[in-house]
């Protein structure tokens, strides 16, 4: 089971609807709330965590990626709103249940 942060840009209610495939934590169960994004993967580098789900798309152009052992799902959606990322969750899930790890996955 992989150990997942939420970004702080998703709502907290994704949360529930992920915890039943990995070990799940938004920023604010982790108090990190104030960390950038550098400093927040390395954050989560020392803490263990396999994946950040986020909804940040320049976040691949901002971080060199290949240099964090994490990988990233990037979701590809017009707002925030937990109404907007709901139908997205069954292909979130299939990320997490698989064995094998790839580095950056961008779901719409």
């Known amino acids: ?11 907290v209610k994704i949360k529930y ?3 039943d495939v990995c070990e799940i ?4 169960d982790k108090s990190w709330n104030a960390l950038e994004n550098g400093n ?3 954050a989560m580098h020392d803490d263990a965590f396999d994946y ?3 909804s940040d798309k320049n976040l691949q152009f901002q971080q060199n990626l290949s240099n964090y052992s994490i990988s990233f799902i990037v979701l ?5 709103n ?3 990322i709901l139908p997205l969750i069954e292909k979130i899930k299939k990320v997490l249940e698989n064995e094998i790890k790839i ?6």
């Open 1 to 11: 089971m992989y150990k997942v942060l939420l970004d702080e840009n998703l709502p």
């Open 103 to 108: 580095k950056l996955i961008i779901i719409s």
């Open 25 to 28: 934590y938004t920023v604010n």
């Open 76 to 80: 590809d959606i017009i707002d925030n």
């Open 52 to 54: 950040l789900v986020s």
């Open 82 to 84: 937990y109404e907007t």
């Open 40 to 42: 927040l993967i390395n």
């Open 17 to 19: 609807r992920l915890q």
